[in-house]
């Protein structure tokens, strides 16, 4: 036994496997007014699709329509531009950022602070604890961190700190 949708909007068939959107009512405030249980079933396989249309009309007559029109709305690009300005302040101004050399700056905030509770301050260091295995013992320190770690070291100079 199957169950078949029909759209309450446009009256077609909703297909097995489509993309639909059941609205519910909930009468528990209506005075058995309105009962709880769906009100209708609507395709929603694209931006104007039958659910859109529903959704548009609901909120014209509720009033929400056009309030959120007015605010300007970043372009991705801007917003990956503030990403990128925020995270180099935010890297710069943390306090665990400046404990050590500029290097480890280089290391995710997570990382940083992993690596200062467990008192590893410098880049050299930090390649002492790699070198004798010790810091895979460190708690936080795992198959991602330590991928993480030699990435920065191999970009790092020589000069032992």
């Not at 509720?62 to 959120?68: V, W």
């Amino acid at each position: 036994m199957s169950i078949i949708y029909s759209c309450n909007l446009c009256g077609e068939t909703i297909a097995d496997g489509e993309a639909f959107v059941v609205l519910n009512g909930n009468g528990d405030r209506s005075d058995n007014v309105w009962k709880t249980g769906w009100v209708g079933h609507y395709h929603s396989r694209s931006v104007d699709d039958c659910w859109t249309r529903i959704l548009s009309s609901i909120r014209s007559l509720d009033g929400s329509a056009g309030r959120l029109d007015h605010i300007p709305v970043a372009t991705i690009e801007e917003i990956a531009g503030q990403r990128d300005g925020h995270r180099g302040r935010k890297l710069l101004s943390d306090p665990a950022a400046s404990v050590g050399t500029d290097d480890l700056l280089n290391l995710s905030l997570r990382t940083r602070h992993v690596l200062s509770a467990a008192g590893i301050d410098g880049l050299g260091m930090l390649r002492a604890r790699l070198s004798d295995g010790s810091i895979s013992h460190i708690p936080g320190i795992g198959r991602r961190r330590l991928q993480e770690i030699r990435a920065v070291l191999e970009s790092a100079p020589d000069v032992l700190l």
